[in-house]
């Protein structure tokens, strides 16, 4: 296993991540010295989505042919560019526009991500090294988006971006140095976008993906006002917290049995949120039950995307980069999708109505996945 070349993608995943999110954890600092409101600061991460969202597929489509290695070094330069330019910038039109740079590359980086950590090792191995190459995503969602938010109240926002910056040059160096280099397709091996999404097991995977993530985020994204329920809203830190730390638990756990159970631990993991988001539903005002809940949601959620682009790696085949492209634009749909379904949700039905949401979506989720037997998330692997 090559643990360097895999640890590399994981920190590009760490930075990717802890790009988008860092903002939400900084936003008065960030009014004050863009001088704007916290609602418009919000909308540097809105921007960074979109910014993925219209990029993933067309740059993957139009970069097919080019050598994998430069690729990730540009994705990277990308955030190095886009991270200094928001460090130093004064102005909040440049600023959005920098973001939308960031938002970008991520789209381009999370297309590359799981099919490069695949070729590096036998077909048996393909969802350990998926996982340790995702690793980075749970570890900065639960450690780096706190560890930022205390240097930027210590020591003023712009550094935290200033950090992630030096941060992507000297990945920029460690990618250059200990992570392989890859070929392209040639021209008459490639297939088209259409062609690569009627591949059989590719749109239930999709589906999947879509459900479960807006399930996701529509709680993840309201979680204060769920827990003003329970008299919680206080500790909305510790509940994240809680859900940080069995995410990375997950990831632990699904890389150890992703190669042999990759169905079973798909289903196994969207009964599991199920059963916390039942849980919340009917018991969402005990404390204790909201940590065991949050708990089981963080166990769920914390090897998802290792599971998803696992089985979208091995559906596509020689075409995982855009099948992966795919997935990019699936999750952050979900993501847009769940502030807005949320939002309504929210305003109209109260957070009463979170509950049998989830339930609705993460029964298609288990319903699709099941039936997928033969091809995305198959009985046997092969």
Request: glycine content about 10%; charged content about 10%.
């Amino acid at each position: 296993m090559p643990f360097g070349s895999l640890l590399a993608l994981a920190m590009a995943a760490f930075i990717t991540i802890l790009t988008e999110a860092l903002p939400a954890g900084l936003l008065p600092q960030m009014a004050q010295g863009l001088a704007v409101s916290e609602a418009w600061v919000g909308q540097t991460v809105t921007l960074y989505a979109i910014g993925s969202l219209v990029a993933a597929i067309p740059l993957t489509a139009a970069t097919q042919g080019m050598r994998r290695r430069p690729l990730l070094l540009a994705a990277m330069a990308g955030f190095a560019i886009a991270n200094t330019v928001t460090t130093l910038s004064a102005d909040f039109a440049l600023t959005m526009l920098a973001r939308f740079l960031a938002g970008v590359s991520a789209g381009l980086l999370w297309a590359l991500l799981a099919g490069y950590a695949a070729r590096m090792v036998p077909e048996h191995q393909k969802g350990r090294a998926i996982a340790i190459a995702m690793a980075g995503t749970p570890l900065a969602l639960s450690l780096g988006v706190p560890a930022g938010t205390f240097l930027g109240t210590a020591m003023g926002w712009r550094m935290c971006f200033g950090a992630m910056s030096l941060l992507a040059l000297v990945l920029m160096v460690w990618i250059y140095l200990k992570v392989p280099d890859f070929a392209g397709q040639a021209a008459d091996q490639r297939l088209s976008l259409r062609q690569v999404f009627t591949l059989p097991g590719i749109r239930p995977v999709l589906f999947v993906v879509l459900a479960f993530v807006l399930a996701h985020n529509i709680l993840y994204t309201y979680i204060a006002p769920f827990l003003a329920r329970a008299g919680m809203v206080e500790h909305t830190d510790r509940v994240l917290l809680v859900f940080g730390v069995t995410s990375v638990l997950g990831i632990w756990i699904i890389g150890v049995l992703i190669d042999r159970h990759l169905r079973a631990l798909t289903l196994a993991s969207t009964g599991l949120f199920g059963l916390a988001a039942l849980a919340l539903g009917m018991a969402g005002a005990e404390a204790i039950t909201v940590y065991a809940a949050v708990g089981g949601w963080g166990l769920a959620f914390g090897g998802a995307a290792t599971l998803f682009q696992t089985a979208l790696a091995r559906t596509a085949g020689n075409a995982a980069d855009v099948a992966q492209s795919m997935l990019v634009t699936a999750w952050n749909a979900a993501i847009a999708g769940g502030g807005i379904v949320g939002g309504v949700l929210l305003d109209r039905l109260g957070v009463e109505a979170f509950s049998p949401a989830l339930l609705v979506l993460l029964l298609a989720t288990l319903l699709v996945a099941w039936s997928a037997r033969r091809h995305g998330f198959p009985l046997l692997v092969e």
